[in-house]
């Protein structure tokens, strides 16, 4: 009798751990400025023309939409030049509509690209040979044709004098991301772009694609465009997450 009493205990907790993973998945969950959004309907859908991914995930009183270039694994980042990749937040609360969106923001550089939009040449003469690469400790000055000033980059060059790759020294200001900036010294010739800057808006991950599900996480910080001010100027979302969402075609 206690044989039949223990299997049918471990029955129970093996049906109760079953539901809980179904329940799971698929899944799309965020902490709002610190509160939990979880969706209770998420649809994804997929452009045929365009490959960008759309997300519109319902909660009570909420919705959050959020757009990826494309659905190649990666790293998506917000506040940019690309407008396919974006997100926007919207609440109705005690009568209050609210409205938020990610937007182009300037600042200090947060983040250079890790590949060169040129290498450029001669940038060996103030450098050290150390394990068969260039490093350059002293910071290099950058011009750049926005509005940015004041970025400087300590560079690792290869033997030939060009560039491989850079570390922000100082980060300037006024700044936007995809802002593409010459690095002096050499031949004047070596340019990289600026990935991100400090306080931006945050960045969409593609993990898993299986072409049928998707996966990923996300972070951001979305603009009051609503013009209400019984809103905050600002709403973050943090510690995102979609979790093997069926894709269908856009409409």
């Known amino acids: 009798m206690k044989k039949l009493v223990s299997l049918i205990l ?28 979880r969706a209770l309907d998420v649809k994804v859908y997929k452009s045929t023309s365009t490959g960008i991914i759309s997300f519109v995930a319902l909660a009570q009183d909420e919705q959050l939409n959020l757009n990826v270039a494309s659905g190649a694994l990666g790293t998506y980042y917000l506040g940019t030049i690309d407008t396919n990749t974006k997100a926007t937040y919207s609440s109705t609360f005690n009568s209050v509509s609210l409205q938020y969106q990610t937007n182009l923001i300037y600042g200090p550089v947060a983040k250079m690209s890790g590949y060169m939009v040129s290498g450029g040449s001669g940038y060996v003469s103030d450098c050290s040979l150390v394990s068969g690469e260039y490093v350059c400790p002293n910071s290099h000055q950058t011009t750049n044709t926005g509005t940015g000033s004041g970025l ?34 050499g031949g004047n010739n070596a340019k990289i772009t600026v990935l991100n800057v400090e306080g931006s808006n945050g960045e969409i991950s593609i993990t898993e694609n299986t072409g049928d599900t998707v996966s990923g996480n996300f972070k951001f910080n979305a603009i009051n465009t609503s013009g209400n001010p019984l809103g905050g100027e600002q709403v973050n979302f943090q510690y995102g997450t979609f979790y093997k969402e069926p894709v269908q075609t856009a409409p």
């Open 10 to 37: 471990i029955l129970v907790v093996f049906v109760s751990c079953t539901n809980d993973v179904k329940f799971n998945n698929p899944g799309f969950q965020a902490y709002r400025d610190g509160v939990l959004f």
């Open 152 to 185: 400087t980059l300590a560079v690792i060059a290869n033997a030939a004098g060009v560039v491989t790759s850079v570390k922000v020294a100082s980060p300037g200001n006024s700044y936007k991301a995809g802002d593409v900036v010459t690095i002096v010294g």
